[in-house]
């Protein structure tokens, strides 16, 4: 039991801890993201790309593989904050609550995150101008205009969606531009200017004479492939349906088509495009432990800095 208690108390394990839990979180933030498995499997070793699954951000931080070293330096901390304190009673020591304040502060910090973890709720809702979505119960947003400005040399240099709110049916907010260092904040809710796409419009005949219509990222199987909507691009001749031909996780081959041209058993009538913004409408219930954690800490430096003050002059 000594052992073990030496152990949890250990710094040499806070400091491996805290390195593993920041290379995971930064592999996990790197990882690119809403690929499909054959993508990853085409650039990167059959071993790594189970790594990047299991480190799939969508997943990692409510996963065992992140959970697990949180919870192990989680029972560190506790341990050495409560061991200092019992050795500092019981030596009669004098009496300096900074550093407990700073060890408290980083607990609650930690249960903000496992909060976080467990309880944030994110969805990216992609509109084009006069669509709605409803983004909770109460609240609904309607795109009033989105605005795609770039730099001199064509490099994307701000994405601008400019929303009205509606609550309960009635209006909140008459405009608001989202940016995407200024998102929306409403009760409980906070709205980001996530991404910018466009998507494909396809509308395909039958020989029955049916159409079909579809948008990027939808597909067709036919026989043993299946054919994947993945682009709508501009040329000369007109806009062009570019389908990707998958033979189970393996791309087989590249087609790009025109109006009247065939695939499988459809006919392409027409391909056109339109401008998606990307909002993402995010829910975080740790954002009050996050706050009270960061004020415990503040208290901690500074009731730290003052002692030590007081100390030195005397």
């Not at 029972?75 to 304040?101: M, Q, S, W, Y």
């Not at 006069?130 to 947003?141: K, R, V």
Request: charge should be positive.
């Amino acid at each position: 039991m000594n052992a073990l208690y030496r152990f949890l108390k250990s710094v040499r394990l806070a400091v491996v801890l805290i390195l593993v839990i920041t290379a995971l979180s930064l592999l996990a933030t790197l990882v690119p993201q809403g690929r499909p498995d054959a993508w990853y499997q085409e650039r990167f070793p059959r071993t790594l790309v189970t790594l990047i699954r299991l480190v799939s951000f969508d997943r990692f931080f409510s996963s065992a593989i992140f959970l697990v070293p949180v919870f192990l330096f989680t029972v560190n901390l506790g341990v050495c904050a409560a061991d200092r304190l019992i050795t500092r009673e019981r030596n009669k020591a004098k009496r300096r609550h900074g550093p407990d304040l700073i060890h408290i502060g980083l607990l609650v910090l930690i249960a903000g995150g496992l909060v976080t973890a467990l309880g944030r709720q994110e969805k990216t809702w992609p509109l084009a101008v006069g669509e709605d979505a409803a983004i909770s119960p109460s609240y609904a947003l309607h795109l009033l205009s989105f605005q795609f400005l770039k730099y001199d040399n064509g490099t994307p240099k701000e994405w601008i969606s400019t929303v009205s709110v509606t609550r309960d049916g009635k209006q909140e907010i008459a405009s608001f531009p989202i940016e995407v260092n200024r998102p929306l904040r409403l009760q409980g809710i906070s709205v980001y200017q996530a991404s910018w796409e466009t998507e494909g419009i396809l509308e395909l005949g039958t020989k029955g004479g049916q159409r079909v219509k579809a948008s990027t990222g939808q597909g067709f199987q036919d026989g043993d492939s299946f054919w994947y909507f993945a682009d709508a691009r501009q040329e000369r001749a007109g806009w062009m349906a570019v389908f990707q031909e998958y033979k189970g996780n393996t791309l087989a081959s590249t087609r790009a088509l025109g109006a009247g041209e065939t695939i499988g058993p459809f006919t392409v009538e027409s391909v056109s495009a339109r401008e998606l913004t990307g909002l993402k409408v995010v829910k975080d219930p740790g954002r009050g432990p996050f706050l009270a954690a960061l004020l415990l800490i503040l208290s901690g430096l500074c009731l730290t800095f003052f002692q030590k003050r007081g100390e030195a002059a005397a």
